[in-house]
């Protein structure tokens, strides 16, 4: 019989330490439990907490025990439903019984903050960009704009990279990047096969663009990674940036783009040009 791994091992600790204290901290009347008599267990007992999920006495107290017991995200979600986690304590949930994390609730309807509006325009007159696991702009800032091309019709990078004529006339090697963007997003798509918001990008972008539809079929599958972007803007000329993707680390789900002037290119003095001329009136 193969030995548990240390790490596994205490792994199995921790799940048993989080949910005998998430047990403890909750009163009956919490969860509309009627008390009767006197109570020797703090919080609520291991059967309230099992039938308040619906599952048995016995399997519950496997679980808090940190026995080797199958488990499935429809349980562990009952569970955290009886222990009212919060949603970082879900996720923690999941990690500890050897689970990989749900998706943060809520996420895709989410405002932005004032804090990642105001990181955008201080990022200015470099280009910015705030999007989601889809692609879909949640925020751009004006040099964004100004030297991609985008407009209000704009709604997601992956369609605009495809149907924009003023965004693909501006980038400099569109032909030779569209198969590496097209596999990056299924990488990106591939994580969550069930997801429905996938498939309708994929789906519409398919009937508006046949070049896509091509590229996806051949199922390329990429790694985004920090590149070079080369823009020739009608006014500024030539530019080139290095673009960098950050994760917003309250929000997952959404990813931060930011385009820096590639040293020793003169795009920077040329984005401050650009940026002069267009904050000065007609």
Known sequence: MTSESPAVTRRREQLRDFLRTRRARLTPGDVGIVAV????????????????AGVGVSWYTWLEQGRTINVSVEVLDAVSGALRLTEPERAHLYVLAGLNPPRAGGARGAEVTPELRHLLEAWTPRPAVLRDRYWNLLAINDA???VFGFDDTDHNCLISFFTNARYRDMHVHWASAAPVVVAAFRAAAAHAPDDPEFGRVVDDLSDASPEF?????????????????????PEAGDLFFDMVTLAVVDRPEWYLELYNPRPGSETEDRLERLATRLATPA
């Open 213 to 233: 539809a091509q590229l996806w079929a051949r199922h390329d599958v990429g790694v985004p990674v920090q590149t070079v972007k080369a823009v020739h803007h």
């Open 144 to 146: 964004a704009r100004a």
């Open 37 to 52: 008599g006197r109570r020797r267990t703090p919080g609520l007992r291991r059967e309230e907490v099992a039938a308040l």
